[in-house]
């Protein structure tokens, strides 16, 4: 940003008051699109007041089509070739309506930092260069009015007269002519454009390299009438060229030709690496069109920042060769290909990585399938052993006190097995909810009022060990619900265990439902306890635990809200967790509970 000292002095030595009220907007902006200096015309156009828009940035007075296309496109080109000349753009004023501008940009550096200088014209050309033309009418009628007040003035001299109607006849031949010429430039820019735009629009909204390419060559060629129009695609190191896609007026082909870079023409490729475009006269082979000739040649890069990607290449006879508006709308083109020819590149190497990720996840689970099924057998075999272990010891009397290391160490060994047991049940199931086979036992005419406080009941004296209140809220006469039983039961369990396991002692846990406009709702709440913002999105991941969020230290696998998500989604509830001023509440919704 350029340092408040410096913009005063811009201001100061180069005319302020001259460029403050110039007849078309100036704007100033750093890379950084920080707004230094505005005009008081650009001011009154967008119906700002003074200093109102400095210090801003450029994307406040943008629309937010404008704004895409400041970020990916003008700014962008702006960078790229320090200029950018007729580019449409919406600007918002303060009232809130678009104002269409045309802006011109140049890039600067003052005092060791880069701007951008704008100027925004109302787009009023259309009808600027209408007035000409009707001005030039106007000239050419008030000549023929003045040639009729000569001839009435001097009839006597013929020779005069002759004489001033044959530089009148020329001055309206010349003055024809010149409205021609204008009235062909206009039309053909404002095709350009049109053309332009078309093209823009398509390859914006694609992802697909091969249909970015295909649209660019075949709307330039038949936009532009020229025999052949091909765009080639560069290797990574820059050695060989493949044409991709082609339009040509006659029958032949050279899709999918691959070349080296330097010959058959060392001296264009050069050219075209240092993104540069090169016309030309040069004698076309057979196997472009069906004899040799002498044609006019326009190559193009299609590059950006990052390097050069391909190039467009256009032919036509010799005797009608490119201007300057033709080269500039094929290095417009060939820029914004370069843009979606990027883009498309990012895409496709984001969808490689998901399927990548994809396919890493499937092993995952496979694999902890499989771990899952292959420790079930010995861990229920050492649960049985242990079992038959404490029959058999019993006799002996080693539990008979409860402080013995023998009987400590039968606990943990017990409570450690039934852990690890419960930890594969829990992988198993999430596996066979993964799969998405197995089907609902659907039961009719649930009573939540009964139901509820069943799930509930073996949490009653845990809270109870904890220093904890349970509470149950279940209102009379709640409509019967239809569900899955043991699915809605495990949902319930689970959430009562976790709000269990993470309430302080003295605070209170809350079972409850409600009827709502649309459905059904079951809440579990607890208080004392806040989930962090940005972990309520990541609770229901697989494994995921909340850092330092377990008073009484129990531990877990991360497991159990996955499940929740998991059982909440096969019978079509939708689950969600609100957490604020001390409360944490899971919210179970049912759409249709009858």
């Given at each position: 940003m350029l340092p408040e000292a410096h913009c005063q002095q811009f201001m100061m030595g180069h005319g302020d008051e001259l460029l403050n009220t110039a007849p078309c907007g100036f704007l100033s902006f750093t890379d950084d699109g920080t707004i230094m200096i505005v005009n008081a015309t650009l001011l009154e156009l967008l119906g700002y007041e003074f200093d109102a828009l400095r210090g801003r940035r450029m994307?406040?007075?943008?629309?937010?089509?404008?704004?895409?296309?400041?970020?990916?496109?003008?700014?962008?080109?702006?960078?790229?070739?320090?200029?950018?000349?007729?580019?449409?753009?919406?600007?918002?004023?303060?009232?809130?309506?678009d104002v269409p501008m045309l802006v011109n940009a140049v890039r600067r550096e003052r005092a060791g930092n880069f701007v951008n200088d704008c100027i925004f014209v109302p787009m009023r050309q259309r009808i600027q260069y209408e007035a000409e033309i009707l001005q030039a009418k106007k000239t050419a009628e008030a000549a023929i009015h003045a040639q009729n007040l000569a001839n009435a003035a001097l009839e006597q001299v013929q020779v005069e007269l002759a004489a001033k109607q044959l530089e009148l006849l020329e001055l309206n031949a010349q003055l024809e002519e010149q409205v021609e010429q204008r009235t062909a430039q206009l039309q053909q820019a404002l095709s350009f454009e049109s053309l332009l735009q078309r093209i823009t629009?398509?390859?914006?909204?694609?992802?697909?390299?091969?249909?970015?390419?295909?649209?660019?060559?075949?709307e330039l060629g038949v936009g532009l009438g020229i025999e052949y129009c091909d765009a080639?695609?560069?290797?990574?190191?820059?050695?060989?060229?493949?044409?991709?896609?082609?339009?040509?007026?006659?029958?032949?082909?050279?899709?999918?030709?691959?070349?080296?870079?330097?010959?058959?023409?060392?001296?264009?490729?050069?050219?075209?690496?240092?993104?540069?475009?090169?016309?030309?006269?040069?004698?076309?082979?057979?196997?472009?069109?069906?004899?040799?000739?002498?044609?006019?040649?326009?190559?193009?890069?299609?590059?950006?920042?990052?390097?050069?990607?391909?190039?467009?290449?256009?032919?036509?006879?010799?005797?009608?060769s490119f201007n300057n508006l033709e080269i500039r709308l094929v290095q417009q083109v060939a820029n914004h290909c370069a843009i979606a020819m990027r883009q498309s590149r990012l895409y496709q190497a984001a969808q490689l990585q998901v399927q990548e990720l994809e396919r890493l996840n499937q092993l995952k689970d496979d694999f902890l399938s499989t771990v899952s099924h292959e420790l079930r057998t010995p861990m229920s075999s050492i649960k049985m052993a242990t079992q038959m272990l404490k029959i058999s010891l019993e006799p002996l009397g080693v539990f008979a006190s409860?402080?013995?290391?023998?009987?400590?160490?039968?606990?943990?060994?017990?409570?450690?097995?039934?852990?690890?047991?419960?930890?594969?049940?829990?992988?198993?199931?999430?596996?066979?909810?993964?799969?998405?086979?197995?089907?609902?036992?659907?039961?009719?005419?649930?009573?939540?009022?009964?139901y509820i406080p069943h799930v509930a009941e073996p949490f009653i004296e845990r809270t109870r060990n904890h220093q904890q209140q349970l509470e149950i809220k279940i209102p009379e006469n709640l409509p019967p619900l239809t569900?899955?039983?043991?699915?809605?039961?495990?949902?319930l369990t689970e959430l009562l265990h976790n709000a269990w396991k993470y309430t302080p002692p003295g605070e209170t846990i809350t079972l409850s439902a409600q009827a709502t406009p649309t459905g059904l709702e079951i809440l579990v709440s607890n208080s004392g306890v806040e989930i962090p913002a940005d972990e309520c999105d990541r609770i229901f991941d697989k494994f995921y635990r909340i850092p330092n969020n377990d008073p009484w230290k129990h531990g877990g696998t991360g497991l159990g809200l996955a499940l929740v998500k998991k059982f909440a989604d096969q019978l079509g509830i939708k689950i969600s967790v609100e957490s604020s001023y001390g409360q944490t509440t899971f919210i179970l919704k049912f759409e249709s509970y009858g």
């Open positions: 994307e406040s007075i943008l629309p937010l089509a404008s704004r895409i296309f400041y970020q990916t496109h003008f700014f962008p080109l702006l960078k790229l070739h320090g200029k950018a000349e007729e580019i449409y753009i919406s600007v918002r004023s303060k009232q809130g309506t629009d398509k390859v914006r909204d694609s992802l697909d390299e091969g249909q970015i390419l295909q649209t660019a060559v075949q080639a695609i560069y290797n990574a190191d820059q050695t060989l060229v493949s044409i991709a896609y082609t339009y040509n007026q006659t029958p032949t082909s050279t899709l999918g030709q691959v070349q080296k870079i330097n010959p058959p023409r060392p001296v264009i490729y050069p050219s075209l690496l240092q993104g540069e475009a090169s016309q030309f006269c040069a004698i076309t082979p057979d196997w472009l069109i069906h004899s040799s000739s002498q044609l006019a040649s326009l190559a193009c890069p299609i590059y950006d920042d990052q390097g050069i990607l391909g190039d467009l290449w256009l032919f036509r006879q010799k005797e009608g409860d402080s013995s290391s023998i009987n400590r160490y039968f606990k943990i060994l017990q409570e450690e097995g039934q852990r690890e047991i419960s930890l594969i049940n829990d992988l198993l199931d999430m596996t066979r909810l993964d799969s998405g086979t197995e089907p609902l036992n659907l039961t009719d005419d649930v009573i939540l009022e009964f569900t899955d039983l043991s699915y809605l039961e495990r949902i």
